[in-house]
């Protein structure tokens, strides 16, 4: 489990970010591979790692999903929050409030994160997480 960081979150990050950054191919791999070379202080959730984790084992093997999950451990500054019944609940009124939207409740746990802790970056390549908007950083680059 990565270590908590005192530092206030200053960047969200999702599922595709961490993706693009491990994933050459990806068409974002470049910006990312900058970005996580000196990253501000991040903040994610279990649910992302776990859909993360998932993407890799489902593309790839269960070898580079443990590799996914061996680079968060040993990524520096992430806090892991966990999903509690309060999270989840946030993240319910989240689909609630974007019914029209295909938002995932990974997403929507996310969106009610970065709003909970006045987080003003997202690092992701997933228009849904801008649904507040919190700028996203593959359109401030």
Not at 12 to 29: C, E, G
Not at 44 to 61: I, N, S
Not at 121 to 141: A, E, K, M, Q
């Amino acid at each position: 489990m990565a270590r908590k960081t005192k530092a206030r979150p200053r960047a969200y990050v999702d599922t595709s970010a961490l993706i693009a950054f491990l994933d050459k191919s990806d068409s974002h791999h470049a910006l990312f591979r900058r970005l996580f070379s000196d990253p501000p202080a991040l903040v994610t959730t279990a649910l992302v790692l776990a859909e993360g984790h998932g993407w890799f084992l489902k593309r790839f093997d269960r070898t580079r999903a443990l590799q996914f999950l061996a680079f968060i451990e040993e990524l520096r500054p992430l806090r892991l929050v966990p999903v509690r019944t309060e999270e989840h609940r946030g993240g319910v009124l989240q689909l609630r409030k974007f019914s029209d939207q295909d938002l995932t409740l990974t997403d929507a746990v996310g969106l009610h994160l970065m709003r909970e802790l006045h987080i003003t970056s997202c690092w992701s390549t997933d228009f849904h997480l801008g649904l507040t908007g919190v700028p996203l950083i593959v359109n401030d680059r």
